[in-house]
DNA sequence: CTTTGTGAAAACATTCACAGCC
DNA sequence: GGCTGTGAATGTTTTCACAAAG
């Protein structure tokens, strides 16, 4: 029921709980109730919890036991009543009149991510992001033990990258099987992705990240989301765009209702359906 | 206005607008009209007209002409009348009874990206992932050449790297106003991040990816995405539980009405703020 | 008849503001 | 006094469903 057809996978979009499904499907029950607690948290809220868990980790290190949702809020870069509210999502964990025991929270947030198992990670496609991405130290330090790497490549097969010797694609199946890979990431070029994809989840992986420029197409219960550093970078141009346009169209207003479109290319007049000059 | 203190960066979140503080800075003008058509697409929206560009790309090397919104909504895994939806913020410029001409939707797509105009781009940090970044064949396909490269390495210092030069990262400010970079690539450990973002906006950079596991703070005219793969990795990590929590109390829930709350934990009763079982 | 474009409704997320507890 | 936890209010995004257009 995660990322099916509609909703553009991970990355960017990250809204809507992708459960539509099973309401759907159980039209007699209205809430099945039992299986509510982990689906109740917002999807934008797992994701903002992520983030108190690496600020908090910080707090700890520096010997530091109690927090204030004001504090961990403005270290976290969100605002409190925000952070209160996510947090009320896992539980009750503060004291009131005195903040939150940095202990205590990171220990429900681990337990609420599911990170007191490990989740093995393989990679596929040790080309530069691949490479980068073996070698990446925030994996392994965070509970994702990299257990695998593969490529097409046969002239790779064998050679240990980062400490781990590459293998090649067609054993995924079997070796992710073997290992119990939860985590596929896919850094390969666009044209073998989804043919990477449909392996990892025949060799049991049920949550892909991937960093190919392509849609990928899965069962229900397989959870993708996607990294896409060229659409990260559009939606800096997109602000970019904006922010000039913005100025421009300040520049106009500023002196009285003159010509003011002056420097504003022809096809402007028309954005967004509404005629902006007459 | 955009990115500022509250809201977590880029990466996940993506909601909310971001010009809350445009807002507040002039109460007497309610909307100042003129600068409110790129403002009106939804941050959402601006997300998704990336990937549908990049789907129409395709398309349009096949040399598809014309899709209706049924096939472009599938090819970039949304449904139909959200992608309709989307585009109708940028304008009308579909046939009805016939769908949109791929290179028309191309154009718009690109000029409300403001793809129009290149971006240069300059990458801080020259490890693994900046090594992967700097070799990254999408920017520059993309309309983002690199055009600086940077690291604290002296050792580095005039290496070419992707067939650029890197150059010392005390140099940024310099050379970010020399080559009017816009878009600031953050690939440094956390430590450094900071210090470097400040550099680059002393540079005249509007724009930060920051792939670094920290929050920046920036002024409210810069505008910041991240990318946190230790966030993306917990965020699978947590659906990854949530099935198996669901699976392990859909056992207890199918044998029909009978108790149906009966392994559910004591706390299960109040979640949310509201009662679930009466 | 097919498909777009879009108001209106529904779902979702954030912020406010304050009762309740320390 | 200070701070958490949370209903209620507000704002945003998605979905529905259909009139308008070719």
Redesign the pocket.
Known sequence: MTSHG??VQGGE?R???G??AAAKESPDVEVPAARERARAI????VARLAVYLRVLSGFDEESVTT????ELAAAAG?????L??D??YIG?????????EVSVLIGQIERTLGLTRKHSVAVVGIGNLGHALANYGGFPSRGFPVSALFDLDPDLDGVPVGGIPVRHVDDIVEVCQEREVTIGVIATPAQGAQEVCDRLVAGGVSCILNFAPVVLQVPDDVEVRKVDLAVEMQILSFHVARRQQDAATANGADLGPLDGAGPVPAEMDSVN?MVVRP
């Open positions: 509609d909703d979009d809204s809507g709980t459960d539509r917002p999807e934008a809220a927090v204030s949702s004001e969100v605002n409190s009543a925000k209160r509210k947090l009320s009750s964990y503060g004291t009131r009149g005195v903040g939150y359906g």
